[in-house]
């Protein structure tokens, strides 16, 4: 088995990832699992290449499609660059968001210092 890629995620994705409910959380959370684990050989129906270097993690969240866009940057890094809930066929506005994300993450950016980490309290599932 090869190493785990590191993931690292922009304010937007770790603001999204803050807000969500605790089951919901959980389940982004096993994606992103799936990504470390897979990064450069995830297809669908987890992941999708979307073009120039992006791709998107295709969630459903209580039948919502939603999609975290990434991108592999050197040093088996996987960036979580957007996050939106697909409402039409062909995303393309989010799309050029994303790839603009990547590029500007690209050039201005360094490795990861923080690290996130969320816990869930006892009963949050509950609610």
């Known amino acids: 088995m090869s190493e785990l ?5 922009e304010p937007e994705v770790r603001d999204w990832l803050e807000a969500l409910p605790a089951k919901h959380f959980l389940k982004i959370d096993e994606y992103v699992g799936l990504l470390a684990a897979q990064a450069e050989s995830l ?3 987890c992941a999708r290449y979307v073009g120039d270097g ?3 993690l295709r969630p459903t969240l209580d039948g919502a499609a939603i999609r975290i866009t990434y991108w592999l940057a050197p040093g088996r890094r996987a960036v979580l660059l957007t996050v939106f809930r697909k409402t039409r066929m062909r995303e393309d506005a989010e799309v050029k968001r994303a790839k603009l994300a990547q590029q500007t993450c690209q050039a201005e950016h360094e490795a990861a210092h923080q690290e996130f980490i969320r816990t869930i309290e006892k009963g949050e599932l509950d609610r």
Do not use: S
């Not at 890629?5 to 995620?9: A, G, R, S, V």
């Open 54 to 56: 992006v791709r998107e």
């Open 43 to 45: 297809g669908e129906p």
């Open 5 to 9: 890629f590191t993931i690292e995620i």
